[in-house]
């Protein structure tokens, strides 16, 4: 093997072992505090919840405060509220009430962007949702 050849056989090896970074396979862009229309409808959204939907593309937003809890007490105060078309709806098990085909997107606010936009009742964040009906 010529030196030629071996400076393209590691070239190859470089690039072929090289990771996409952060990009997804789905080709849809990603936002660590949005969730897209696009996004949603690219996960299967038959028979699942938005609860579903975020602990698969958003898992963080289920965390108590960026601390991952041993055990999820789903209503307590730790836990980002939920916000529905613009009315609180309860903590993050309230995502469990909701079909994930109703969805047409969510934005997620952490505890200071919260604080500014829904007062003291967003000290542990906020996970807004919009259903596909309010967009009308």
Known sequence: MSVKDL????????????T???????????SGSA???????????EGRTAYDVVSRLRPTWLRARGVEPRVMASDSSEYALVVVDGHP?????????????QLSDMRYYD??????KFAERGASGVIEVRLKSSRQ
């Open 89 to 101: 709806l309860g903590r993050i098990g309230a995502l469990r009430d909701i079909q994930a085909y």
């Open 35 to 45: 969730l897209t229309v696009q996004e949603i409808a690219a996960f299967n959204t």
């Open 7 to 18: 400076y393209l056989l590691a070239i190859v090896a470089i690039v072929g072992c090289a």
């Open 20 to 30: 996409p970074g952060t990009s997804n396979t789905s080709g849809v862009p990603r």
């Open 111 to 116: 505890p200071s962007e919260a604080g500014a």
